[in-house]
């Protein structure tokens, strides 16, 4: 199996410290540590951008290399038309995460341009979400 593409946006790199009461105390590099524990024939990779462009040069270099991307947009989610076309753009299948349900929180965050061209959306079930994302794309 080709490895799984981890995928942040924005503000994900002060998981630990920001809004933890929202996102919870564990960094995001901890946490990958558990994964790749969790997971250890999975291949994962992790990246991190909070950077709209760079984020979209790294889906465009992901063709044909990896089974999946896990991919949290942080607040691009609910502005990037340009990141949806750019999952629109690839073959690669790609699930949306969000550690806080994003339902239960402000009405902006209610729409993700994403949802529509990702394979499934996983919101609300902290760290979690990209656990169970992980699980959806490897089938077990
Ligand atoms: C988030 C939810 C977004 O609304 C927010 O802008 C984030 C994190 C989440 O993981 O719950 O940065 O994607």
Redesign the pocket.
Same mark, same amino acid.
Not at 72 to 75: H, K, R, V
Not at 97 to 100: L, Q, R, T
């Given at each position: 199996m080709k490895p799984i593409l981890i995928l942040n946006g924005?503000?994900?790199n002060l998981l630990g410290s920001r809004e933890p009461e929202i996102?919870g105390q564990q960094t995001f590099l901890d946490f990958f540590e558990e994964l790749k524990e969790l997971f250890p024939d999975a291949m994962l990779e992790y990246k991190q951008s909070n950077h709209e462009g760079q984020l979209l040069d790294w889906l465009h270099a992901t063709e044909g290399q990896y089974a999946g991307i896990i991919f949290?947009?942080?607040?691009y989610? !609910?502005t990037s038309v340009a990141l949806a076309d750019g999952i629109a753009g690839i073959t690669t299948p790609v699930i949306e +995460? !969000?550690? %806080?349900n +994003?339902h239960k =929180?402000e009405s902006f =965050?209610h729409h993700s341009f994403l949802s529509p061209v990702c394979q499934g959306t996983i %919101?609300g079930f902290g760290l979690t979400g990209y656990q169970l994302a992980i699980t959806a794309l490897i089938g077990s």
């Open positions: 924005p503000n994900l996102y949290n947009a942080g607040a989610t !609910h +995460v !969000h550690i %806080s +994003v =929180r =965050r %919101s």
